[in-house]
């Protein structure tokens, strides 16, 4: 299996490698850069001692020998070299390297000491092993595709095993949300096939990795969906929503619309979740709740007073509905869907105006003048530009839906934002350190992110509805598996 090591997404090629090892690829060749190599190969071999520790022998093409993995310049075998036949008959399953289990602690495949694959860790936790029971197949059950926009079936997969910094989570709810069409549809460069989608989730710890510190099996926990290394530079300002280094379950590896899920940097992301709050609810937590509850509060910066403007009633578009009230803010809400403009007049937005109409000039009418804050909640070009043509000067826009290149880029009045001093931002999750506040809000009942949970589905049932997300208003989650 050849994994390239160019292109713009290359930062999660570890991801790539550690999924094909899980899969039970025998031999892996990395493609890697010249000036990649070090960095990218300790990162592809963390990645699969994490997936399976003993796992794969794992071809790699660089100049260094980097912890112990076998050298191969397969791109051009040269004199004494093994692996080229392998490389260039790709797909031929003959490595020709040892599979004897590298050490967990030393990487090295002689090692004996404590530590060692299939023996207790050296911090005394034990060392990541599947998670069904012994002469039980070790599968879960998932919804995948094999292709993109192709069937969403449900079947048995290979379980997942936590990386060293990472947990395993069996999964008490997972929602369904458009980011998760995105991928199916195809939108996201970064998805392999087959994959697994399911981003939104919230369950019980099951394995943990062994170098992590803060959580143990049992503890019930949710996620942002974006998953910090908790060490760049973006991390190390608080910023870990941005992490240039992130995975995201369903989108970088597969995700939680199944029994169990992986994630990374257990230490960083994890939230707690309190035993008063379900899963069900918890799990929009993940993703729309939080983003929203970010873009207002966080990005734009919403103060008590302003009219704020919500392009886009779906889950994302309902959460920043009910965010903005709370925080004392006017709010009109914008959808083509009577339904959802329903749901968002009874979370508290003061006017609805039909998304075919004429937005900007509906919003100008009722707010004298235009919005202060006005959230592109849907990631549309009419919904993007509509709320930029619908804000006051010096009026905030915030562009919470994804805008993928495939479903079109916007015409941004860029006239407009000069003329009138606009701030045209971009909101893209929350980080886990940023959790308390909310959840303190949550506890105290001036947030209620079960209100917005309007469907619990049946993971049978996850597919014809992750294939018509948008159809009916409200948050579906699936909470049975
Ligand atoms: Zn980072
Ligand atoms: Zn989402």
Redesign the pocket.
Known sequence: MLVPGAGGRGWYRHRVVAELARRGHPAIAVDLPADDGTAGLAACADAVAGALPDGPAVLVAARTPVRGLVLVNAMVPRPGETGGEWWTAAGRSTPTTSRTPSCTTCRSRRCRAPGRAGAPGRAGRPVARRLTRPGRLAVVRALVFEEFGGPLTVRSVPDPVPAPDGVVVRVGASGLCRSDWHAWAGHDPGVALPHVPGHELAGTVAAVGSRVRGWTVGDRVTVPFVC????????REGA?QV????TQPGFTHWGSLAELVALDAADVNLVALPPELSFGTAASLGCRFATAFRAVTGVARVRPGEWVAVHGCGGVGLSAVQVAVAAGARVIAVDVSPAALELARALGAEHVVDGAADVPAAVAGLTGGGASVSLDALGAAVTCVNSIRSLRPRGRHVQVGLLPPAAGRPEIPMELVVAGELAVLGSHGMAAADYPAMLSLIAAGRLRPDLLVTRELALDAAGPALAAVGREPGIAVVTRF
Do not use: K, P, T
């Open positions: 910090a290394c908790g060490r760049c530079a973006q991390c870990g992490c240039l280094q992130q």
